[in-house]
């Protein structure tokens, strides 16, 4: 398994913690609006993840073999958060779009921390170890 | 309508960056990969994070111009 098979496996993990806590909070809290909207957040962002790591999976095996890839699937991804926009404008009683729009850029926040802390864990080693 | 318009501009140019910002990225990182296939792990990793802090920022203006709209 290479490093980027184990990075988004982490990211996912990741993901995952997030959406189980805010179903937590949406469970035993009074801030129903406020989890709820992040949850419809996470699982649109979470979809995006998914969907470009997919995508760059596609696009690396392709570029090895020497063949090209159609799509880079950005509109989906567009798409997507469009979609969670008009459901949160449509229904303004039961989202809080703070707390959507919070909730969709989760999975760059769990990247760039990852990032961190993976590249931290790399170049502390010395060349050799 | 001008909230039409506005949101139309708004996204559009978010897009027009999006697709500059992902050609580089991409396009660098096919052009590694096929040189040096075994670097695909370490390449792909960089060209995902690459990928995705340059596609935050269009999906927040899809957002804004949604809201506007």
Request: charged share 15%; proline share 2%; hydrophobic share 55%.
């Amino acid at each position: 398994m290479n490093n980027y098979s184990v990075m988004i496996n982490r990211q996912r993990k990741w993901m995952l913690y997030l959406l189980a806590i805010s179903v937590i909070g949406w469970g035993f809290t009074d801030y129903q609006v406020i989890f709820q909207s992040l949850i419809i957040g996470i699982v649109a962002g979470f979809f995006n993840l998914f969907l470009l790591q997919k995508k760059i999976d596609i696009m690396g095996e392709k570029a090895a073999n020497n063949q090209t890839a159609k799509s880079f699937g950005t509109l989906s991804r567009f798409a997507a958060a469009a979609l969670v926009v008009v459901i949160i404008l449509r229904y303004p009683e039961q989202f809080h779009i703070i707390a959507a729009v919070v909730g969709l850029m989760t999975p760059y926040l769990v990247i760039m921390i990852d990032f961190i802390f993976s590249s931290k864990k790399t170049t502390s080693t010395k060349r050799g170890e | 309508m001008t909230g039409a318009v506005a949101a139309a501009i708004a996204v559009g140019l978010a897009a027009l960056g999006a697709g500059v910002g992902n050609g580089l990225i991409v396009s660098r990182t096919v052009e590694g990969i096929s040189r040096q296939p075994e670097l695909r792990g370490a390449l792909q990793t960089t060209m995902f994070i690459g990928v995705a802090l340059v596609e935050a920022v269009p999906i927040i203006a899809v957002v804004i111009a949604f809201m506007v709209m």
